[in-house]
Protein backbone atom coordinates (compact mmCIF):
# COMPACT_ATOMS: atom_id res chain seq x y z
CA UNK A 1 0.00 0.00 0.00
CA UNK A 2 2.54 2.31 0.57
CA UNK A 3 4.84 1.72 -2.05
CA UNK A 4 1.87 2.22 -4.34
CA UNK A 5 0.78 5.61 -2.56
CA UNK A 6 4.23 6.49 -2.95
CA UNK A 7 4.78 6.04 -6.40
CA UNK A 8 1.63 7.64 -7.54
CA UNK A 9 2.59 10.52 -5.55
CA UNK A 10 6.28 10.55 -7.84
CA UNK A 11 4.68 9.81 -11.31
CA UNK A 12 2.14 13.13 -10.26
CA UNK A 13 5.17 15.19 -8.58
CA UNK A 14 6.67 14.53 -12.19
CA UNK A 15 3.86 15.73 -13.86
CA UNK A 16 3.97 18.88 -11.90
CA UNK A 17 7.56 19.19 -12.47
CA UNK A 18 7.54 19.42 -15.87
CA UNK A 19 4.53 21.59 -16.34
CA UNK A 20 6.49 23.99 -13.94
CA UNK A 21 9.39 23.90 -16.46
CA UNK A 22 7.03 24.53 -19.00
CA UNK A 23 4.97 27.82 -18.08
CA UNK A 24 6.23 30.83 -19.28
CA UNK A 25 5.02 33.15 -16.49
CA UNK A 26 8.05 32.57 -13.72
CA UNK A 27 11.31 32.75 -14.60
CA UNK A 28 12.22 30.64 -11.53
CA UNK A 29 10.01 27.49 -12.83
CA UNK A 30 13.08 26.44 -14.88
CA UNK A 31 14.98 25.47 -12.16
CA UNK A 32 11.93 24.72 -9.64
CA UNK A 33 10.41 22.29 -12.28
CA UNK A 34 13.80 20.19 -12.88
CA UNK A 35 14.84 20.21 -9.00
CA UNK A 36 11.22 19.02 -8.21
CA UNK A 37 11.53 16.53 -11.02
CA UNK A 38 14.47 15.12 -10.25
CA UNK A 39 13.49 14.28 -6.93
CA UNK A 40 10.79 12.75 -7.67
CA UNK A 41 12.63 10.76 -10.34
CA UNK A 42 14.55 9.67 -7.22
CA UNK A 43 11.51 9.06 -5.03
CA UNK A 44 9.69 6.61 -8.40
CA UNK A 45 13.18 5.01 -8.52
CA UNK A 46 13.12 3.83 -4.58
CA UNK A 47 10.02 3.36 -4.74
CA UNK A 48 9.57 1.10 -7.35
CA UNK A 49 12.45 -0.85 -5.32
CA UNK A 50 10.44 -1.55 -2.11
CA UNK A 51 8.84 -5.01 -1.88
CA UNK A 52 5.39 -5.37 -2.88
CA UNK A 53 1.96 -6.80 -0.82
CA UNK A 54 1.00 -9.40 -1.00
CA UNK A 55 -3.09 -10.01 -1.89
Known amino acids: MKAAILERAALVGMGLGV ?3 LQPWWSGGLRAGF ?3 LACTLLQIVSSHLPKERA
Open 19 to 21: ALM
Open 35 to 37: FAT
